[in-house]
């Protein structure tokens, strides 16, 4: 492994879903350790409830505000505030207020970032839901 700088505007833009992704490090820069995304979307972008079988995340907010539920809380989310989501436990995102939400994804260990890659090749338009599961099961990530 070595070391890789990321400036402020560089990384790997993807539009996952409506999720507007920059991803800043992959399992190959960080040898399968961890992902890192910084995402930056609207009010009213989020993603539905989830479950990662694999991976645990850490939600950082950097501006905005993101209603984040978890289990069965949800709480509100400003500017840096963060949030941890163990494997396993269902969890949802949605960006609330007036302004943008930026934020910073962190998943352990890598490999989502290749599912990212294969869902931000569907075609735009609202998703094809069977081949969202599909993909997303290879990843054993499901919605609940």
Known sequence: MKSKIVKKDSGHKLNVLGDNQNIKLTGK???GQFTLI???NKPGIGIPPHVHDNEDEVFQVMDGQVEM???????????GDLI???KGIPHSW???GEQNARAILSIFPAGLEV???ELSQLP????????VGK???KYNLRFV
């Open 29 to 31: 820069d960080t040898n």
């Open 38 to 40: 910084e995402q930056n």
């Open 69 to 79: 539920t978890i289990g069965e809380q949800t709480t509100i989310l400003n500017s």
């Open 84 to 86: 941890f989501c163990p």
């Open 94 to 96: 949605r960006v609330i």
């Open 115 to 117: 599912m990212f890659e």
């Open 124 to 131: 735009p338009g609202p998703p094809d839901l069977e081949k």
């Open 135 to 137: 993909i997303c099961g």
